[in-house]
Structures are given as structure tokens and as C-alpha cells.
């Protein structure tokens, strides 16, 4: 690992007197169709995968092979689901505020600091820190971008064999023009988000 993705970040809260340390990214906000995932991972210090960085800029075999990397050393790691009917609800933003505090709940480690990309989750009782560009900066939210983009793109791999029309193992639920060309033949699914642009007027 390079000296920028060195947990150097970690080892200073470490040495600040933090024990478990919780990073938390989401996948799936900007998606047309399915549910946005929290991922959140407590890394063990001793055992940090080599090539973590932001989900986004590895490709889906590397996603898959860090995803078992990180889950089998990890202290602790989960998800937070929130579906379409509650992000049309709610707004996308709260979804993900509120899928990033499903997934910090989940634990089955209580985090004594929770690092979050860019957001501040809501009504979490734990201390919080959050980066712009975390997930390409800190190495916990890192992992945690790895966990909820591969538990999301599984998702929605399984949605393909639903409704195939939309090709969503390839475009995961992204506006391609491939998906929205789909949208104005079929019209929206089950799945979709009624509220979103590109959705909204079919």
C-alpha cells in the first residue's frame, strides 16, 4: 500500500485513544432504479487489504476480490438497506443518510468513531468525522465503498433476472441511455424511483 493509503488517518485516532474505528460509504444514490446501500467496516489495524481505494476506480473483478479480502479480515462489517418506496418517501438524501445509520447499526462491534464520506448521519450516537473525498482519502471508507458497491451490484444482478428488459446486471440501475431508452418502452418497474428525474414522467 502506498504511503497516501497508509492508514495514516486511522493510526493517528488510534493514537488518540480510539479503539474501533468505522468507516461508511453508500452505493446506488444516483441510480434510477433499486436500493442505495450503506457499507460500514472496521477495519483490524494488523490486517489491511492491499489496494483499498474508492470503488469507483477499480473495476468489478478487483471490487469482488478486495470484497472477500475485506469481509474476512475486517473486526466488524455490515449494510443498510433503504428501498425505493422510502427514498420516494424521504428524498434520496436522507435515504442515504438513513441507510449509512441502518448500517453502523448493524454492527455487531459498537464503533467508538464513525468516518463517513462527505455526509453526517443523523441522530447517531457515536462521535463522527466526516471528508470530502473520503472514500479516495481514508482507507476505512475505502473498504466500506467496496463493501456496499459489490452488496449493491449483487442486488441488482438479481434484479436483471426480474425485469430484463432494463439490462440492469450491466447499467446496475445508473440513467445509461441504454436504461433510459428501456424506460420510455416499458415504463418504470416495481423498483423504480417514481420521483427521480427520467422516472417521474412516464
Not at 436522507?94 to 443523523?122: C, F, G, Q, R, Y
Not at 459489490?150 to 441511455?177: C, E, W
Request: with cysteine; glycine share 6%.
Amino acid at each position: 500500500m502506498d504511503d497516501k493509503r497508509s492508514f495514516k488517518l486511522e493510526k493517528k485516532l488510534l493514537q488518540e485513544g480510539y479503539r474501533l474505528i468505522c468507516g461508511v460509504d453508500e452505493a446506488g444514490r444516483g441510480c434510477l432504479c433499486g436500493p442505495v446501500i450503506a457499507g460500514a467496516c472496521i477495519l483490524d489495524p494488523s490486517r489491511i487489504p492491499d489496494g483499498i481505494k474508492d470503488s469507483k476506480k477499480l473495476s468489478a473483478a478487483k471490487r469482488e476480490v478486495l470484497f472477500q479480502e475485506i469481509t474476512s479480515t475486517a473486526l466488524a462489517w455490515q449494510i443498510g438497506i433503504v428501498e425505493p418506496d422510502i427514498i420516494d418517501e424521504i428524498n434520496i438524501l436522507e435515504a442515504t443518510k438513513l441507510a449509512m445509520h441502518k448500517s453502523v447499526a448493524n454492527l455487531d462491534k459498537k464503533p467508538d468513531i464513525v468516518l463517513i464520506d462527505a455526509l453526517k448521519i443523523n441522530d447517531l450516537q457515536i462521535a463522527q468525522k466526516s471528508y470530502i473525498k473520503g472514500d479516495e482519502e481514508v482507507v476505512s471508507i475505502g473498504a466500506a465503498s467496496i463493501i456496499a458497491k459489490v452488496s449493491r451490484d449483487r442486488i441488482m444482478a438479481d434484479y436483471h433476472n426480474h425485469f430484463p428488459q432494463y439490462n440492469l446486471k450491466s447499467n446496475k440501475g445508473y440513467p445509461t441511455s441504454e436504461h433510459r431508452e428501456a424506460l420510455n418502452r416499458y415504463g418504470p418497474s416495481a423498483i423504480h424511483r417514481r420521483t427521480f428525474k427520467g422516472v417521474l414522467r412516464h
